[in-house]
């Protein structure tokens, strides 16, 4: 074959051009099947037989066949990899969250059931016991003694202490209490009271 040169110019393609004998609604077909593509009828052809060729297909029967062959392989590969996911987060799930989310709900349960919650109980304040005072026949005399002194010694210190107590109105907030002492007279009273 040879080429045909226009103007000494060689047309676009490798080669030179043939007449194909085709019915016309096939070259119709084609002709509006190559204008989708933008390009040359040589080319379109071109690709087609290139694309049948790459992939092993056969326009009359097998390819069709290939091609549904090989979606399927595809289809079974994924499902196989969807089922793997499944697996994993059906492992997490009764691994880590089932047991995280029990817990939660078992703490929720005994939050809720603890709603009311337990009043403290009061303080018992024991009645002053005065009869201390009194001798009992099971002390010595001499522990009565040392004891009534002690008690008179912290009876004084006491008073000593509320006599050094004073009121205090501050211009802003709460009126407050404020006791007269030395530091080392406060640390003696700690020291005596331990």
């Known amino acids: 074959m040879e080429k045909q040169k226009t103007n000494n110019r ?3 393609g490798s080669g030179g051009y043939s007449n194909i ?5 096939t070259a119709t077909r084609f002709r509006s099947y190559s204008k989708r593509f933008n390009k040359s009828h040589s080319e379109v052809l071109d690709g087609m037989m290139q694309y049948f060729k790459e992939n092993n297909l056969d326009p009359f ?15 079974r590969q ?6 793997r996911l499944i697996a994993i987060i059906k492992n997490m799930e009764k691994t880590s969250i ?16 603890d709603g009311k919650r337990p009043k403290p109980e009061p303080v018992k304040i024991q ?7 009194e001798p009992r026949n099971t002390v010595p005399k001499v522990e009565h003694n040392r004891m009534l002194q002690e008690f008179n010694e ?20 709460k009126p407050y209490l404020k006791i007269n002492m030395s530091i080392g007279d406060f640390e003696s009273i700690k020291h005596q009271l331990r």
């Open 10 to 12: 060689t047309k676009k």
């Open 21 to 25: 004998t085709v019915k016309k609604e």
């Open 61 to 75: 029967g097998e390819g069709t066949k290939i091609i549904l062959d090989s979606i399927k392989k595809l289809e």
């Open 78 to 83: 994924m499902m196989k990899k969807f089922d």
């Open 98 to 113: 089932r047991p995280t989310y029990e817990m939660v709900l078992i703490l929720y349960e005994a939050y809720v059931k």
């Open 127 to 133: 009645k002053e016991r005065k009869d201390f005072l």
């Open 154 to 173: 912290y009876k004084k210190r006491c008073n000593e202490i509320l006599n050094n107590v004073e009121k205090v109105e501050p211009m802003m907030g």
